[in-house]
């Protein structure tokens, strides 16, 4: 295996940044005895803006970070799969006809639910063994799920015979997750793992699934603040914002709050009871700022930008409701910092992280401060990462004749 090269992408400074990819290539020769055939890889996400918009049809505009989910894996002839996790220190092995319905979740049900989903959608699919590895924290609102998804069936991409279309693929994870695990999540985390670009931000339209790329304004850099609080009641709170958005378009005869404008909103607007108004008003008005934040992306503000950062994370915090002390008091440590354009939280909300738009060459120290500064504020220790805008789900490594 001394001869595996990774595309250039892959030069990172940090060499920590390789750990997955050499982890589950040393796993794989250890036990099969033989150099993996394929090394794929599905990043996490981070999410600039446009937060708890994408089941309501609407406009999302995150990146795919520099930490991923890696499987290296060879086929097998027998339709089954034999997965390792190297991170849960366990095995599992499921035939491809006849799937087991999980009686609780664990790892292996991402991958019989992603088996599940593409086959029900009339993929083909054969068999394969690997090792599986990843540095996407877990929990911690980064989308270590669809990483994991998207990783899946990029590996079942590799040993079949289909075409890999993004959206087409996002969607058959994202069903794997709503009915097979049963967690009702949106579009996004697995749209952006599929289709994630390299030093780019992605805007998704959640309706047609159309995305447009944007670079950071020059001299920016994106870091991750992670509040070390991991959110609890989160699947009933998420189902009920849900709910109360599908309650608010019915009202006015639409299909999703996607179709209404904050103009024609604010003429309505009193026809609906004060906590309908709130959740309407926090989607409808996140659509506008994250239209808003691609002209701020593609006229290179950053002030702009980091302005409908921080409204977006109001509008969370009061019209949304799914922020929490510590993301409010992460976000407060990080506004304070004359670096940072912008802060919010980000992903679903109630714990977990939030994201800063900072000047990067001054990002390393703001890391350093805002981490202290919070930790002592909250007694929480957080976890803050500079990141990168990486690829989407992509094969890595293919041994030559494959
Ligand atoms: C979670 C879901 C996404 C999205 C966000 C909120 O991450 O998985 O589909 O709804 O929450 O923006």
Redesign the pocket.
């Known amino acids: 295996m001394s001869a595996l090269q990774f595309p250039h992408q892959f030069t990172w400074e940090n060499d920590h940044k390789m750990l997955p990819a050499t982890k589950v290539k040393d796993r794989f020769l250890a036990e099969f005895g033989q150099a993996p055939a394929f090394i794929v890889r599905a990043p996490g996400r981070v ?1 600039l803006i446009g ?5 309501n049809d609407g406009f ?1 505009f995150p990146m795919a970070i520099d930490r991923a989910t890696w499987i290296a894996l060879r086929p097998r002839g027998d339709k089954r799969v034999l997965a390792i996790s190297i991170d849960m220190d366990d095995r599992r092995e499921f035939p491809l006809d006849g799937l087991p319905r999980p009686a609780e979740t664990r790892w292996i049900d991402y991958l019989i639910g992603v088996a599940w989903s593409l086959q029900e959608r009339g993929y083909a699919l054969c068999g394969w063994e690997g090792a599986i590895s990843g540095d996407v924290p877990i929990g911690s ?1 980064l ?1 270590s799920s669809a990483a994991l998804e998207l990783a899946a069936a990029r590996a079942f991409y590799c040993v079949s015979d289909f075409e890999w279309e993004a959206p087409a693929l996002a969607l058959a994870c994202q069903a794997a997750e709503n009915d097979w695990l049963g967690v009702n ?5 697995q749209m952006i793992s599929a289709a994630g670009i390299e030093e780019r931000a992605l805007l998704i339209d959640c309706r047609s699934l159309e995305t447009t790329s944007a670079p950071l304004p020059d001299g920016m850099a994106v870091v991750i603040l992670d509040t070390g609080t991991r959110r609890g009641l989160v699947d009933s709170a998420y189902n009920e914002r849900r709910a109360q958005c599908e309650a608010a378009a019915r009202h006015f005869g639409l299909t999703a709050l996607r179709d209404i404008d904050l103009a024609s909103f604010g003429r309505r607007a009193h026809e609906l009871d004060e906590l309908s108004r709130k959740r309407a008003r926090h989607v409808i008005s996140e659509n506008e700022r994250t239209l808003r934040a691609r002209d701020a992306m593609n006229a290179g503000d950053a002030a702009a930008l980091g302005k409908l950062m921080i409204e977006s994370h109001i509008s969370l915090r009061d019209d949304f409701e799914v922020s929490s002390a510590a993301l409010d008091a992460i976000v407060a440590c990080a506004n304070a910092e004359e670096a940072c354009y912008g802060a919010r939280m980000t ?2 909300g109630f714990g977990g992280c939030a994201v800063a738009l900072v000047r990067a060459d001054a990002a390393q120290g703001f890391a350093e401060r805002v981490a202290a500064n919070y930790q002592a504020a909250a007694g929480v220790e957080p976890a803050l990462y500079v990141t990168r805008a990486s690829r989407g789900a992509e094969t890595v490594y293919r041994a030559a004749g494959l």
């Not at 999540?185 to 985390?189: K, L, N, P, R």
Request: proline share 0%.
């Open positions: 999410n937060e708890h918009t994408d089941y999302v609102g989308s999540c949106g579009i996004m985390d992903g679903a």
